[in-house]
């Protein structure tokens, strides 16, 4: 029998609507295996006829899924972004006012030099420190030993009143300089001494002494904010300031001589020393005693502290020669 007739005998047959689906399915199989010119796969006839209808209901379901859990992920990341935006303009709230601030200079050159290393140590390590509400900071705590495992080298120091040779001479520089924007910006002192002589770059009654592990300068935050401390040196300058989010308190801080003390003259017999040569190996330095007095303003209502700073003379000290003296 020819195709015609068995077509033909189909539709007289009434089977032919169901023969053609089939006949479809052959088709849809044809095109989904169809063949390029060069005999490979065709990508483009299989991409574009989908097998089944429930092969593109799946499809359209998985596109679906995938832009819902694309558009979440975006949405996370934009949440994200903005809580960090926000933890940023609140930090820069936090720590916005400056409430006390102060600077002191430093030789750099020549013998100066350990030195000037030992101040610029410690201040980068002071750098950052933050004090919470009704905390203390203990600066032998953040500034750590003195010592070359910490960075510091050997440099003179005061020791009572005299200068020597030490390990961080320099380093009370940087207390110092503490003290004094901890005074200004209405910190609280816990642990403080002042040096056994007046200091060359800060004025009396502001100087503080360290010494580790022995001698500490502590300082309290009285405030419902935290307050952190910047530090850095420039240009043979140290600064120092403490900021938080507001300053609650106007403060003035004056200071009196009281008297003054004459230092006495030592003299010590140098054999080494030709005979009627005389060397001063320690300059005196008068001692003083200071009043300071801090006001300072807050809520409306004034408060005053006073407090007498006393450094003792330092003796000169001058020595002798007892020897013979050179010939010729």
């Known amino acids: 029998m020819s195709h015609f007739t068995s077509v033909f005998a189909l539709f007289l047959s009434g089977t032919l609507v169901s023969a053609l689906p089939s006949m479809a399915d052959k088709h849809v199989g044809d095109v989904d295996g169809a063949m390029s010119a060069h005999g490979a796969p065709s990508a483009v006839a299989k991409a574009t006829v989908p097998a089944t209808e429930e092969d593109a209901d799946e499809a359209r379901v998985a596109l679906a899924a995938q832009e819902a859990q694309e558009a979440q992920e975006q949405a996370v990341r934009e949440a994200q972004e903005a809580r960090d935006a926000r933890d940023a303009r609140e930090a820069e709230l936090a720590f916005a006012t400056v409430l006390g601030t102060y600077r002191t200079r430093y030789q750099r050159s020549g013998r100066?030099?350990?030195?000037?290393?030992?101040?610029?140590?410690?201040?980068?390590?002071?750098?950052?420190?933050?004090?919470?509400?009704?905390?203390?900071?203990?600066?032998?705590?953040?500034?750590?030993?003195?010592?070359?495992?910490?960075?510091?080298?050997?440099?003179?120091?005061?020791?009572?009143?005299?200068?020597?040779?030490?390990?961080?001479?320099?380093?009370?520089?940087?207390?110092?300089?503490?003290?004094?924007?901890?005074?200004?910006?209405?910190?609280?002192?816990?642990?403080?001494?002042?040096h056994s002589r007046p200091s060359s770059y800060i004025p009396m009654g502001l100087d503080a002494t360290v010494s580790f592990p022995q001698i500490d300068f502590e300082i309290e935050n009285p405030f419902d904010f935290p307050v952190e401390v910047h530090a850095r040196t420039e240009g043979g300058r140290v600064f120092v300031e403490l900021v938080g989010r507001a300053d609650p308190r106007e403060v003035e801080i004056s200071r009196q001589i009281l008297n003054r003390r004459a230092y006495e003259t030592r003299i010590v017999e140098d054999a080494t020393l030709?005979?009627?040569?005389?060397?001063?190996?320690?300059?005196?330095?008068?001692?003083?005693?200071?009043?300071?007095?801090?006001?300072?303003?807050?809520?409306?209502?004034?408060?005053?502290?006073?407090?007498?700073?006393?450094?003792?003379?330092?003796?000169?000290?001058?020595?002798?020669?007892?020897?013979?003296?050179?010939?010729?």
């Not at 209502?301 to 007498?308: A, D, K, S």
């Open 112 to 194: 100066s030099r350990g030195r000037a290393h030992n101040v610029e140590r410690a201040t980068e390590i002071l750098d950052g420190a933050v004090i919470a509400p009704g905390e203390r900071l203990s600066f032998n705590d953040r500034v750590g030993r003195r010592d070359r495992q910490n960075g510091f080298t050997e440099a003179p120091v005061i020791d009572g009143g005299r200068i020597v040779p030490g390990m961080g001479g320099g380093v009370c520089q940087v207390a110092s300089t503490l003290h004094a924007a901890a005074l200004l910006g209405g910190l609280e002192m816990t642990q403080y001494r002042p």
């Open 274 to 328: 030709a005979a009627g040569t005389r060397v001063v190996q320690q300059r005196g330095v008068r001692g003083a005693r200071i009043a300071r007095t801090r006001t300072f303003v807050e809520a409306g209502e004034t408060h005053v502290q006073r407090q007498v700073v006393r450094y003792p003379p330092t003796d000169e000290v001058v020595r002798v020669g007892t020897g013979p003296a050179p010939v010729g």
